[in-house]
């Protein structure tokens, strides 16, 4: 990662101190806090792409007990505003800081890329839960990257996913098979949800805002249930 992106991830982390200027062009980024008493686990929770970001929003507005967010996206845009500054930016040098489209390829490619990064943030980690949905460039092209690289690290791994709701392009579809096909190969404790399984039978009827914010809570839900094992 170049060091602008290193600091801006740094900043973001709890017990590190970087000078204003570092942060955000002037920008920052977070660093592993060391932990120097007993502690419980240490869970890292990814949200990647538009959708995971939504999803630690909500599981942010929780305020779970030993965990750690890292709101992660290729599209610099859905990072502002999040509620922490844990935020991570991949790729820009290939996206320009406007995510990674409907192409799992160039998200693949950004997470090789920050590879390295991607390795720093998830140090100290006793377990990594990654959110996302299943479709899109990023979190279809980046979640196997980090699942991978957290099991070479010895970091068991949890995943909760859902696929595409049944009105997205065909595209949408196959991209989310491919991705789910490739995490079933890296992790065992692997949670999909379809889209239309986690909404009631008369959602014909409801708003989109509305569909989407139902699998956001139930993406949510499982998450901290997975986290709330571990700790």
Known sequence: MRRRHFLRYLAALPGVLLSPALVFGGTGIPVPSARRHARTPLIKVIGIGNAGVNVLRRLHAMNPRGVELIFTDTDARALHGTPVRNRLLLGSELTGGRGAGHDPSLGHDVAILERRTINWVITGADMVIIIAVLGGGTGTGVAPVIAAIAQERGIPVT????????????????????????????????????????????????????????????LCDTALRECSKAV
Do not use: C, W
């Open 159 to 218: 995943v909760v996913v859902s696929l595409p709701p049944p009105f997205a392009s065909k595209r949408f579809m196959m991209n989310a098979e491919h991705g789910l096909a490739q995490l079933s190969q890296i992790t065992d404790d692997l949670h999909v949800f379809p889209f239309e399984s986690v909404l009631p039978r008369n959602y014909g009827k409801m708003r989109l805002i509305e569909l989407f914010q139902r699998v956001d809570a139930v």
